[in-house]
């Protein structure tokens, strides 16, 4: 099914789909009675073939509203893993590893990683795990060839930052 997801003026999160020849709208905040949206949300075909979207709603918690069958379900990823709020756009992405993973940055400035571990939804905050410097943008992330998992920021400075994920450790460096 051909997609697009919107925040509306209301908060609400809907998509436009083709439905056969014809476009149709759908409010998913509606359909699974998520709290409204204060980010833009952020569409992600998961590892395990599930589509997502994820957003930031007021309180900071990252939520994911997922298509489970036929219908959507809503998951409060931020209290599922423990992980502190959100201060920006949350991005989702399927890591090298087959691993379900949400970036986003914290109100501290750092960036933080929720990751479907099984069932369990954890965090891990990779600007302490790679010493990296403050970020001052929304991380965006990407699998570079290879297999390495790539976070990319702006930091306070103004410079462009990459963490990245060579086995099971998370380093920086600096682009520009």
């Given amino acids: 099914v051909n997609a697009v997801v919107y925040r509306a003026a209301d908060g609400h999160i809907h998509e436009l789909y083709l439905q056969g020849s014809t476009w149709k709208v759908g409010d998913l905040t509606q359909l699974t009675q998520a709290p409204a949206a204060v980010s833009d949300p952020a569409p992600y075909a998961r590892a395990d073939g599930v589509n997502a979207v994820v957003y930031r709603a007021a309180d900071g918690h990252v939520?994911?509203?997922y298509l489970q069958g036929s219908a959507w379900k809503v998951g409060d990823l931020t209290a599922l893993a423990g992980a502190p709020p959100a201060a920006g756009r949350p991005f989702g992405y399927a890591r090298s590893d087959n691993v379900?993973?949400?970036?986003?940055?914290?109100?501290d400035g750092h960036i933080y990683e929720l990751y479907l571990q099984g069932t369990t939804w954890k965090f891990g905050d990779l600007s302490a795990l790679s010493k990296?410097?403050?970020a001052a943008s929304d991380p965006t992330a990407y699998r570079r060839a290879g297999g390495i998992n790539t976070v990319l920021f702006i930091g306070a400075d103004g410079r462009v930052y990459e963490l990245y994920l060579k086995g099971t450790t998370w380093s920086f460096g600096e682009l520009g």
């Fill in 100 to 107: 379900n993973a949400v970036v986003y940055r914290g109100a």
């Fill in 63 to 65: 939520h994911e509203l």
């Fill in 132 to 134: 990296a410097p403050a």
